[in-house]
């Protein structure tokens, strides 16, 4: 099979040629037919996480079909269409874990592409429980981001304690941006996107935002507070000041919920969050189950990644494409294509 795999730590993407990994015991073997190229693919190609082994193939945004299955990896059968994200599996038995922190598992945290061999692949293989269901009116390359940027949009407006029809913020309209919104909006909550510049308004309401708030040309906060306050805002940048500059929008007991990873530290005035009760809050993408809801959740409801698709053999250029901070939105590898 061919892979395209990071020789070491700062190296650069190569394509070679492999065997054919067997699915060891509780894993099954997929064939992978798209695979999504995420900003976090970087953490393998730099080297960013202590301890990755290389030669290391990345990639954690995985569409594909089940071609052989491990012993006892239950329940899943050769011939099943599944995804695998981010959380690649977790120990069990730990006391995160026995709390169903499963995110903070201190034994056995696998992530998808960093610690075992991810989907720039023909095939994988990975944890049984690592795996979502894909359902069938779901193509595999246009969905191939919803296992990464969908889930974590997905999760985190879910579990942001929002009720429907509350005021709910996606700051940033870029490869997570474009999916929060279309989240919000089919979730019940008034949904705001906020972004720089006029040109991208009709674009925002097209995804389904109610309101749009140009944040270069006006103050966010301000024109939050205008619409009553916002119960979550949706912190999709990598600027921490473009976060801050919303806190102030924030409605009483308001959250910022930072799922961007700008690289400069957020500082915030403690003043208001004492006045207003407001929480910064993060959150990790989610699990093999979240991943299926959010699938799912998209099929009923039309959410749709917008994706530059290149052919496997362009790993390179479509990383490049990535990393340039210029695609709309997201970029997948369509490894089933026919070169
Ligand atoms: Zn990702
Ligand atoms: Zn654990």
Redesign the pocket.
């Known amino acids: 099979m061919r892979v395209v795999q990071v020789p070491r730590a700062g190296g650069p993407l190569e394509l070679v040629e492999r065997n054919i990994p067997e699915p060891q015991p509780g894993w099954v073997r997929i064939k992978v037919e798209a695979c999504g190229v995420c900003h976090s693919d970087s953490v393998v190609k730099e080297g960013l996480f202590p301890g990755i082994q290389y030669p290391r193939v990345p990639g954690h945004e995985v569409i594909g079909v089940v071609d052989a299955v491990g012993e006892g990896a239950k329940p899943w059968k050769s011939g099943q269409r599944v995804g695998v994200g981010w959380h690649g599996g977790?120990?069990?038995?730990?006391?995160?874990?026995?709390r169903g922190e499963?995110f903070?598992?201190?034994?056995?945290?696998l992530t998808t592409g960093i610690s075992f061999d991810g989907g720039y692949a023909e095939y994988m293989v990975a944890p049984a429980i690592a795996l979502a269901s894909v359902p069938e009116d779901l193509s595999s390359a246009p969905s191939a981001p919803l296992m990464c940027a969908g889930v974590t949009t997905f999760n985190a407006l879910r579990n942001s304690g929002a009720r429907s029809g509350d005021l709910v913020a996606v700051l940033g309209i870029g490869g997570l941006g474009h999916l929060g919104v279309q989240f919000a909006a089919r979730m019940g909550f008034k949904t705001v996107a906020i972004a720089r510049g006029k040109d991208k308004e009709a674009f925002a309401k097209k995804l389904g935002a109610h309101y749009y708030i140009d944040s270069q040309a006006s103050d966010p906060a301000a024109e939050l507070n205008k619409l009553g306050g916002a119960q979550v805002v949706i912190a999709t940048v990598t600027n921490a000041d473009a976060m801050t500059a919303v806190l102030g929008g924030l409605a009483p007991n308001g959250v910022l919920m930072v799922i961007g990873a700008p690289a400069n530290p957020l500082s915030v005035n403690p003043i208001p969050l004492l006045l207003g009760q407001l929480s910064v809050k993060g959150w990790y993408s989610g699990v093999s189950i979240d991943s299926q809801d959010t699938l799912n959740f998209s099929a009923l409801h039309a959410v749709h990644s917008m994706n530059e698709v290149f052919p496997f053999e362009r790993a390179v250029e479509a990383y490049d494409r990535m990393m340039s901070g210029k695609a709309r939105f997201r970029v997948v590898l369509d490894v089933s294509a026919k070169a």
Request: charged residues 10%.
């Open positions: 977790n120990c069990g038995y730990c006391d995160h874990c026995r499963f903070a598992c201190t034994v056995a945290l």
